[in-house]
Structures are given as structure tokens and as C-alpha cells.
């Protein structure tokens, strides 16, 4: 199993879970349930837990997903003949992890691999992200921004809820557990929807994080971005697409990167 071994990186992902599941336990245990309003308090309560439950679902999938590391130590003599170059194909290796570096691989300090595609290291999700795992950190951004958007707005009409009939029966405790999701859930609203608006550009335009960063040269071919789409998120379009447990089928990969 693919699990990177770096203390800030777990204490992230630690946190990561600790924030979700505390909007969980506010959203049902502070507003809905002692609301009295069983419809109001049933919809919401099951709508928020299944996007809740699908945020830590891709959250796992992006953290436990070999983003799509190159071999390591393959950079020998014996491999590079059984490649059977034709003359004038030009090979990267990789120094530091001694391997053979496939086009737009980019070797990652925290992994200490080599990644296809990488995009960029996240501490949230304790793993880089890559090839193999884009789409489930996609979704993780997506679901985070769906729940943080819904808390938001339950905090609003609870407050306003509040300014009607006289709430000041509340305790303090209530109040600042209250106060706090809607913080937390504005912060990560703001940064979870830009993150998820700048992957879905750089997956429609083929670009990674690190090539717009670098502002490298185009050396692939440009494709549709209905075929980037694809490439990412599965081939065919399904409702699969917005699920964590379906692996995306990124169709015949090209044999010689298969090898390396
Ligand atoms: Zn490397
Ligand atoms: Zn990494």
C-alpha cells in the first residue's frame, strides 16, 4: 500500500479528518437534532453526512494512491538496452532516485520518487498529486467546498433563525462551536472551491501545476478538453466520475511509458 512516511504531511491529513468530522458533529448534535424540525433536520442531516462521508472517501483514495511514481533504481545499463531505443530518442534519468524519468515526470523531495504528471505536493492529503490520483484529490477538493458551502448556509439561517425568535437561551458554548464552523467553513469554502476551479483548468488544458510554474514548453501533443476530461476522470462519461471507489480507466497507456 502507498503511504508516504512524513510527519508534517500525517498531521495534515490528521487535522483534515479532525475539521470534517467536527462539522459533522455541529451540523447534527449543535443545529439539526435540537432544532425540532424533523424534515429540515432529516434532509440536511443526510445530505450533509453523504458529502461529508465522500470527502474523507476521496480524501483516503488521494492520500493511498501511488500518484504514479516511476520505479526506482532502473536507471541501469541492462534496462536501457532492453528499451531498444531507436536512434535519437533522448532518456532523462532521475539522480536522485537513480531512475529513467518519463516525459513530464517530475521528481518530488517529500515522496523521494519520481511522479508522472506530477501537479504538486499537498500536506492535506500526505501525497503528491499526480497521474494516478488527480481525480480523487479533484473530488476531495469538490466535496469539501459542498460541505463547507452547506454548513455555511446553516449557520446563516440558524443566526437569522435566531434574530426572529429570541435565542439568547443559547449557551456560550453553543455559540462559539457555532461561530467557529462558520469560520472554518468560509476559510475552506474560499480555498477548497479556487483549488478545485484551478485543477479542472489545468486538467482541461493539459497543463500540470509544475509546467505552468515552470512555464515549460509544450512538448505534448494538445488534445480536446473533452479527451483531457477523459483522461483524467475515466473513459466513458458515468456518474462515476463524482465517485471516489470507481478507478478511473485511463484507456491504453503509451507501451513505452508502461515499461518505465
Ligand atoms: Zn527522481
Ligand atoms: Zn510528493
Redesign the pocket.
Known sequence: MWFIRDGCGIVFAVVTWFLVLYAEFVVLFVMLIPSGDYMYSAINGIVFSLLAFLALASHCRAMLTDPGAVPKGNATKEFIEILQLTSGQVLYN?P??C?I?PDRAH?CRVCK??IRKMDHHCPWINNCVGEKNQKYFVLFTMYVALISLHSLILVVFHFMHCFEEDCSSSSATTMTLLIFLGLEALVFLIFTSAMFGTQMLSICTDETGIEQLKKEDRRWAKKTTWVNLKAVFGHPFSLGWASPFVMPDQGKADPYQHMI
Do not use: D, F, V
Open positions: 532521475c536522485k532516485c531512475s524519468k521528481h520518487r519520481c
